[in-house]
């Protein structure tokens, strides 16, 4: 049995690579420098999920992708002010929901590839979905897509442009393979 | 008196007067409130229909198949007969936009399709005004008089 601490240390580890590559491609694709947090993981029951990710009310764009094989999951971008990002990339109003899928696209199918990579598993993801609007309302989606156990565990990272404005938040609910497979690591 | 704000997975059950059950911020998830007016207000705000495999069911409001029994009982222990009852679901939007052919698409309507029908099977007529679409909803419910409302929007 795996110390709770010690598998959520690797996870934070494993993550810590993945954003670091994600971060790389998405700078390379916006033209501009991409800072990041250090990722944490946490293993939480459902009603500290929505404590950590729901904080207060506010309007939200998001990325999601569902990820299934052996490395199975799902994997959200929350942009809260998606326009610098929109701005960044040059990309008309017009074609701002499928710049915003592009957006997390990339960044999601980066971090996967990276961390599937140190995993030594691969795994492939649906076409990104996206939503706009209240965050609370949109969470429940993305908690009950992410449902596997009567716990959740989750990676959360912060990244944010050049000018430290605009931040987006990487969560990333890994599924029932993925979590063994790091733990085999531990 | 009361004001409960019923998040997600919880149960909510009202018996004072002035008591007033909310739910804010309703995207995919089903809001079920059932209401004797003057004797007992229940509700639960349920995220999926069902229990995946081998799940410890530490909430009973976390689905809908076991929040609808849950109420239930509630009402039952209230000596209410069912026939007194008045019973809403609310909820059950597409927030997110998924590719063609995408199952996940469907989570919102299969959470309040279950919440309907299990109410139906246990002989309550629930009103379902307020169900689908793809904006996040707000809904309360009156202990004192009944008296439910629901709007678009999450704040």
Excluded at chain 2, 38 to 43: E, K, S
């Amino acid at each position: 049995m795996v110390a709770e601490d010690q598998y959520l240390e690797a996870y934070s580890e494993i993550a810590n690579i993945g954003t670091g590559n994600a971060a790389t491609a998405l700078a390379s694709f916006l033209h501009s420098r991409v800072m990041l947090d250090p990722p944490a993981a946490y293993r939480v029951d459902l009603q500290t999920a929505c404590d950590l990710l729901i904080d207060g009310n506010r309007n939200t764009s998001v990325v999601l992708l569902e990820c299934s094989g052996e490395l199975d999951g799902v994997i959200t971008l929350f942009l809260d002010d998606p326009a610098p990002y929109l701005a960044a990339l040059g990309a008309p109003e017009e074609f701002a929901v499928d710049a915003i899928a592009e957006i997390g696209n990339i960044f999601a199918a980066k971090f996967l590839d990276a961390i599937g990579s140190m995993l030594g598993i691969e795994g492939h993801h649906a076409p990104p979905a996206t939503a706009s609007g209240d965050r609370r309302a949109i969470m429940q989606t993305v908690l009950a897509l992410a449902s596997q156990t009567d716990s959740y565990t989750l990676v959360r990272c912060w990244l944010r442009l050049e000018d430290g404005r605009s931040p987006a938040e990487l969560v990333y609910f890994p599924g029932p393979s993925s979590l063994e497979h790091v733990g085999s690591l531990v | 008196m009361a004001r409960f704000v019923v998040s997600i997975g919880q149960t909510a059950v009202a018996t004072d007067e002035g008591d007033v059950i909310e739910m804010i911020g309703l995207g995919s998830c089903a809001g079920i409130f059932i209401a004797a007016p003057g004797t007992i207000a229940l509700a639960a705000h349920s995220l999926l229909a069902q229990p995946r495999n081998g799940e410890v069911l530490a909430q009973p409001g976390k689905y809908v198949e076991t929040a609808v029994p849950f109420l239930l009982d509630r009402l039952l222990g209230a000596g209410v007969a069912r026939a007194r009852c008045k019973a809403w679901v609310v909820g059950g939007a597409q927030m997110f936009t998924f590719g063609a052919n995408s199952d996940s698409a469907n989570i919102g309507q299969r959470n309040t399709d279950l919440a309907v029908a299990l109410l139906r099977q246990n002989g309550l007529r629930p009103d379902t005004s307020f169900v689908g679409g793809t904006s996040a909803r707000r809904a309360s419910l009156r202990f004192d008089t009944g008296e439910f409302a629901s709007s678009a929007g999450g704040a």
